[in-house]
């Protein structure tokens, strides 16, 4: 019998390799320089977890994050829009990362 | 009368006032034009109607009673107040007299602009002829009573206005008296046209003391009352100034006057005081029914012009009055940059939108909504516009539960990061037999108003459309909310046909007050926080009351209804750093727990969430759904 994955309650990424010496760090970077609270961040995906865009669409901050840092920038832009800005991440984020004002600051420096 | 009686010194005053009178028309008539199609529809409307009656006689009620009498203002402080009807009752009302006594006089109503206000030289007493540089010669009144009593009410509106200065002087020095911190911080044309309104009443002294001192013998007792009496400040501060020998300087002294007067008139536009001219139409436009909703229109200019920067609602901000913070963002700022159209990014967002500041101005300023706009113009900049970018909605997949509800509950995303209030609010349907469903157990939806006040409400219209259409397809009269946040985005942004919008405070009441639910008295003593959200911008105080009351035993700490304190974790702010909201969320708490309850009991989740962050355990924190489950 095959496992049908995409029925399960949680995403399973495609294998994938980073190569940090040609990722464009400077969305990051300046993502960062603007916000620095999204340094603080420690990946723990209490945001995702309960997150009203995240349940509706593969949408995930915590990945967000991480494609951000990893200069997936692409991916970053083709997802950021839909979040819906509810905040219900900042009210569990364990390290007070200030996380709306992260996703209008990717959007921001996006665009530029 | 075929010539006026002129002097050159009148020049600097007329001048000034003609200057001040097409500036204020300026901006009318530019505020006016940019009037939204609908606003000028609505002014139309009731201008050319019988209602424009009763419109007009609260108009002139208005004006009188805050632009003149300042009572607001008395309000928040006697002093204050005192001060500022001093200085503007005083003042307008010396005026008048004058034009009074003048109009008595000639029985002419068209006399030149500059004649009242240099009155004590022009119209002189029988026996005082002589007048320094005045071509034709004064004219001369009889001493009558009339007269004796148009003086000494001049003398007596002087001292209004005298007595008003040196209170503002006071207030300069000792600001605790007038109940502020005296900590705002104006700009220079600010300061200069502050300097020119204390000056402008010295020289004015000096000149109609010298004037008086001039008449000399002409100044006769009238009914045995004598000049040292019916003129005791002009009568009595000119003998000092005669004895000084200053009298022969009589018309520098009207010179000096004079420019000081026109000076704060040319100022003005460019001030802060440019609220003078301005507020009379701003309350006549909102008595015809116009305000700032949600566009920044001609009706928003003149609401920013009409900010007095009075300080009142700097020393209300609690980014300003909690310990250690000193964040200048507060609307006398945020006003100032829009007045002058660069509005401060910084200033614009990092608010939390509590609206304390509004309940309070004096003005009655339509603050968070302007503010609002221009965190719209901000972001059309900074953001490309995705009106798109919720359109997934269309693939959620809400599954209708056919239409059968009486009550829909919408617990809300903040209600779902503190589950216990969902939980309870489950329970209290359940116990009084509502037959309900849970709107957004799952894939739920935002209800938009985090996006809309910062600054997004065009895209946050497909939230709400999903949102409408889910309502609707409940079949639910009544649609009950866990979040002042939704309860305000549901009555103010959507349109639910009927869909009677409640907070789940003014639910459970009505279950209570119906008898469905029964309450019992417990012996605690607790605290309601009021929601920003759902005190001042929802105006619901008494609901949550009166559960309590029948529940506990309710005592008010110092801040409460308008006063209440934001807990700083507003969804309108995302400027803020973490350590910030922290401190106001502490501040918060320890105003709240000043009278030692055993509960601190709260309507809104995110005030809930945010005061549990920083209370260390020290005071249990509840929802009133739960506390009323208990």
Redo the contacts between chains.
């Keep these: 019998m095959t496992i049908d994955v995409s029925k399960w309650p949680f995403g399973v990424n495609q294998d994938n390799q980073v190569d940090f010496d040609e990722a464009d760090k400077s969305l990051a970077m300046a993502v960062k320089a603007k916000d620095p609270?999204l340094k603080l961040c420690m990946g723990c995906g209490t945001c995702s977890a309960?997150c009203?865009a995240g349940?509706?669409?593969d949408f995930n901050i915590r990945q967000m994050f991480l494609l951000l840092n990893r200069g997936r920038n692409d991916e970053v832009a083709e997802k950021i829009?839909?979040c819906?800005?509810?905040?219900?991440c900042i009210?569990?984020c364990p390290r007070?990362v200030?996380t709306?004002?992260v996703i209008?600051t990717i959007?921001?420096v996006l665009?530029k | 009368m075929s010539e006026y009686v002129f002097s050159p010194y009148v020049i600097p005053f007329t001048a000034g006032l003609i200057f001040v009178i097409i500036a204020t028309f300026y901006f009318w008539i530019k505020a006016l034009k940019q009037l939204d199609p609908e606003e000028t529809r609505k002014v139309k409307e009731n201008l050319f109607s019988l209602r424009i009656v009763p419109i007009l006689f609260s108009w002139v009620k208005e004006v009188f009673l805050e632009s003149l009498l300042h009572r607001k203002i008395f309000r928040q402080n006697f002093l204050l107040g005192l001060m500022h009807m001093l200085i503007a009752f005083g003042w307008f009302i010396a005026i008048f007299a004058e034009h009074i006594r003048l109009w008595v006089y000639t029985l002419n109503p068209i006399e030149p602009i500059y004649f009242p206000i240099f009155l004590f030289d022009f119209l002189r007493p029988v026996g005082a002829e002589s007048a320094v540089g005045m071509s034709p010669a004064p004219m001369l009144f009889e001493m009558t009573t009339f007269m004796m009593v148009f003086i000494f009410l001049h003398d007596f509106f002087m001292t209004m206005i005298l007595t008003g200065k040196a209170l503002s002087i006071v207030k300069k020095y000792k600001p605790g008296l007038f109940g502020m911190t005296g900590g705002v911080k104006h700009n220079q044309y600010d300061k200069l046209i502050v300097m020119l309104l204390m000056l402008l009443f010295i020289p004015r002294m000096f000149a109609v003391g010298c004037s008086v001192y001039n008449y000399g013998d002409a100044m006769v007792v009238v009914n045995g009352i004598s000049p040292s009496v019916y003129a005791f400040l002009s009568y009595n501060f000119g003998q000092v100034l005669g004895g000084l020998g200053l009298a022969s300087y009589e018309s520098v002294f009207w010179w000096i006057y004079s420019f000081c007067i026109g000076a704060f008139f040319v100022a003005l536009p460019f001030t802060r005081y440019m609220h003078i001219p301005t507020e009379p139409l701003f309350i006549f436009l909102r008595k015809c029914g116009v305000s700032t909703g949600k566009k920044y229109t001609g009706f928003s200019e003149l609401e920013v012009l009409s900010c007095p920067r009075c300080g009142i609602c700097f020393d209300r901000c609690q980014l300003n009055t909690t310990p250690g913070m000193d964040v200048e963002v507060q609307p006398i700022y945020m006003l100032e940059g829009v007045r002058d159209k660069e509005p401060d990014e910084e200033k614009v967002f990092k608010c939390l939108l509590c609206e304390r500041c509004e309940a309070t101005c004096p003005v009655d300023i339509d603050i968070s909504n302007i503010r609002i706009t221009q965190r719209e113009k901000f972001n059309e900049n900074k953001f490309k516009k995705d009106t798109n970018r919720y359109d997934y909605l269309d693939d959620a997949g809400y599954r209708s539960n056919g239409g059968n509800a009486d009550v829909v509950y919408f617990a809300g995303c903040m209600t779902h990061r503190t589950p216990g209030t969902k939980k309870a609010m489950n329970a209290l349907l359940n116990k009084a037999g509502v037959k309900y469903m849970n709107l957004d157990a799952e894939d739920s939806v935002c209800c938009g108003q985090p996006l809309i006040v910062d600054g997004f409400r065009d895209e946050a219209q497909k939230l709400i459309s999903e949102n409408t259409k889910r309502i609707k397809d409940s079949g639910a009269k009544i649609l009950v909310t866990s979040c002042p946040v939704c309860y305000n985005s549901f009555r103010k942004e959507y349109d639910l046909d009927g869909v009677e919008v409640m907070h789940h405070t003014q639910y459970l009441k009505k279950m209570v007050d119906e008898g469905k639910l029964n309450v019992k008295k417990t012996g605690k003593k607790v605290v309601f926080h009021d929601p920003c959200e759902l005190g001042r911008i929802g105006g619901e105080y008494e609901a949550p009351r009166d559960l309590l009351k029948k529940a506990g035993t309710l005592i008010e700490p110092d801040d409460i209804k308008d006063d209440g304190l934001c807990c700083g974790g507003s969804l309108a702010n995302t400027k803020l750093t973490n350590s910030e909201e922290r401190a106001v969320a502490g501040d918060a708490l320890n105003r709240l727990l000043a009278k030692k309850p055993d509960i601190l009991i709260t309507a809104c989740p995110l005030c809930k969430k945010t005061l549990e962050k920083v209370s260390d355990n020290k005071v249990e924190i509840m929802d009133i759904s739960e506390f009323l489950l208990e």
Excluded: H, I
Aim: with cysteine; charged share 20%.
């Design positions: 609270t309960g009203t349940a509706l669409t829009n839909n819906m800005l509810c905040g219900k009210l569990g007070g200030n709306r004002n209008l959007r921001e665009e």
